[in-house]
């Protein structure tokens, strides 16, 4: 049986009750003055970190191929792994699309938004490019017929279609019947957006709000605790969208910003070093990577590898705040 354990927010020692003490006082998090080592706060950790596309989807797919022996998804495992394999090779080989004016993304930023607008998806001559590039990359001879029906279904569909579902999927709308279809349109978002991402100036990005990649405007695909310097042991969001990583502090939900409710649960036979943050305020959760300990962790691949923590905690009532383009479920 799952050995399943819950781990509350570390509270200074000076709070820890003598032995004695059958009722433990729990200290309000108001009164808390967190140490900066212990939770990642600290005026030289910056704020973002922009993605490298020439190494993110190439280690993804390594990490992914590490994964899958013998994991219970082992099959979906390998199949993320070759599109993330397409994903490197189709971004390599396609130059990013033309940089928004700067007046525009000035605009954004004084009405407090990221400043790369999904809407660049229409005038992104590339992106079409990139999407049938990356469909014709994939070899899906071992993978189920859905996946191939999906990709024979948008290597059919009009541009237009094709688009009008890429758009749908990066607002986060994503239709039902065409999931599997949705899997390729995330990718090549992906590649297009990281690339886009890539060029912007991290030292003018600033926070949108709780839950929102201040690149892109997209959703969490988990939580990272990192060992780079300057920022070690700091945590990190990472988008699901273009990969972009940014500074949120710990014992804070994610989704809504509470400090209040915040609890770590893991799975032994999972990982040690995965576990998800659940708030109790929104019933949200979200995965908690401790790249610290484990580098080759990946915030896409590990979260899939660790759907057996989604299984118990969704048991238990929590919703997940991400989202996991490459995972759609």
């Known amino acids: 049986m799952a050995n399943f354990f819950r781990r509350k927010a570390a509270v200074p020692a000076e709070t820890t009750p003598a032995a004695s003490d059958p009722k433990p006082r729990r200290r309000d998090f108001s009164e808390l003055k967190p140490d900066p080592d212990k939770i990642g706060i600290s005026g030289s950790v910056p704020f973002v970190r922009l993605p490298d596309p020439g190494t993110l989807f190439a280690d993804r797919a390594a ?27 189709v971004q390599a080989a396609f130059p990013a699309a033309e940089a928004t004016a700067a007046a525009d ?7 407090g938004m990221p400043p790369l607008s999904r809407q660049r998806l229409e005038t992104d001559a590339g992106f079409d490019a990139c999407l049938i590039a990356l469909l014709q990359q994939l070899d899906l001879s071992v993978s189920p017929e859905a996946s191939q029906a999906a990709r024979a279904s948008l290597l059919a569909a009009s541009p237009a279609d094709r688009l009008d579902l890429a758009v ?33 100036d991290a030292k003018t990005l600033k926070p949108v709000a709780d839950g929102v990649c201040p690149c892109c405007g997209g959703a969490p695909v988990a939580s990272v605790v990192v060992s780079w310097t300057p920022a070690d042991k700091a945590r990190y969001l990472s988008c699901s969208v273009c990969g ?14 509470s400090g209040e409710g915040i609890s770590y649960y893991g799975l032994d036979e999972v990982s040690k070093d995965v576990q998800v943050e659940t708030c109790t305020t929104c019933h949200s959760y979200i995965k908690h990577l401790h790249q610290h300990r484990a ?28 989202l996991n383009l490459l995972f759609i479920v």
């Not at 993304?105 to 009405?111: N, Q, S």
């Not at 972009?244 to 910003?257: D, F, M, P, Q, Y």
């Not at 979260?303 to 057996?308: C, E, L, N, P």
């Open 244 to 257: 972009t990583l940014w500074n949120h502090v710990r014992i804070r939900c994610t989704a809504c910003g």
């Open 295 to 322: 580098p080759a962790l990946d915030p896409v691949a590990d979260d899939i590898a660790s759907y057996g923590l989604d299984l118990k905690i969704t048991d238990d009532g929590f919703r997940r705040a991400g």
């Open 168 to 200: 749908q999927v990066v607002e986060g709308a994503l239709p039902v019947e065409r999931i599997a279809e949705c899997v390729f349109v995330g990718a090549a978002l992906q590649v297009r957006f990281a690339q886009d991402a890539a060029r912007l």
């Open 63 to 89: 990490r992914l191929t590490a994964a899958a022996p013998g994991h219970p998804l082992e099959a979906y495992l390998l199949f993320v792994a070759e599109v993330a394999r397409a994903q490197a090779s």
């Open 105 to 111: 993304m000035a605009l954004r930023a004084e009405h």
